[in-house]
Structure formats: C-alpha cells, structure tokens
C-alpha cells in the first residue's frame, strides 16, 4: 500500500499533513499504540530534518508498507550531475561539517550536500555507509532488491552503524532516536533526485 503523497518544504509547508498521514496509516493498519509512536516519531523527525535544510528546499514524502515493513520516503530533486556527487562522494576529512552534530545532523548534512551542489567533499566518516553493490543490509530484501536497481549509489545507517562500533560516535548512535527506533535508513542517489527512506518492522 502507498499513502498519498505529501509535498513538504522547509519552510513548513506540508509538514503537518505528513505526520497526519503517518497517523492516518497507523490507524488504517490498526497498528500497536507503540508501533504507532515510533512511525510518529520517525516521521517527526524526518520533518524536523527537511525543516533543518537551508535554502529553499522541497520534497515529497509518502508511506509504503509491504509485510510489515513501512518505508517512510522523502524524495527530492537535485541540480547535481554526475561528475560533481562523484566528486562529492570521494571521501574527505577536510570536508568536515563541524555543524552536523548528533545521527539527524549527519543524515540532515549528507541529504543537504546531496540535494545543492557543494564544493566541499563529504566527511571520511560519511565513506563507511556507501555501498553500490545490492542493499544486503536492508531488512525487507524483496523491497531493497527493487530499491537497489533504482539507485546505483546507496548510503546505508546500518553499514554506518558497524563502522562505528568501536568509535567515539557510538554514544551517539546509541543515544539517537532514528538510529534506535528504525531498522535502515538508506539515502540513494541517482541523476535528478535523493532520496531517503527510512524502514520500520512491526
């Protein structure tokens, strides 16, 4: 099932209907009072993130649900063309953003950088979640099977996550809500657009 779609911009726009569509799904899959609060709080914080972005920014964000895996999604569209996320994406410690603190200032730098052109490469940090191969670490396979063909390039929480066990950001990741309540947050790329999708089992 696909819920309606909901443009949202930074500015505000759409950003309560989209947690009223959350609502809505929960309540239409009859959903457990604690499943509903974290695709609330999931929800919530996407926005939070869109709202966070500078410029003028503005997406699309609609629910999927497929046995018992919501996607939440947050599409964009991007001016970037292939040579400059190639350059973006070559990993760089001079391309850290002393800004982006905490899971949701990270997911919010990285989707911002993906979404406006930017001289500046990313963070070396940032390197650990790319993959180009098939989303192995994604928990609904059939759904990331068919997101991996759509998006050649993918950056993955729980390849994030692994890197960083052993680190001085595992405190926190283990003090962010996203990092804790949803099982995969990927951001793909691809000529045009970024997405995110953020996945939750019931």
Known sequence: MKSDVIHVTNTGDGVAEAVKQTELVANFKSLSKTDSIHLLLLAEEMMGMMKALTG???ADFWIDDEDNTFQLHLKAETAMNTEMRQKLMSASTSGENIAAKGVMGKLRDLFSRLVEPVEAPLAEEYASGWASDNLSTAQAAAVAKNYSAAYANVWSLNRYKASQRNSEKWDELEKSIIANIA???EIGIA????????YKNV
Do not use: A, K, L, S
Request: glycine fraction near 8%.
């Open 183 to 185: 099982d995969e947050v």
């Open 56 to 58: 003028e920014q503005e």
């Open 191 to 198: 000529e045009g657009t970024v997405e995110m999708i953020v």
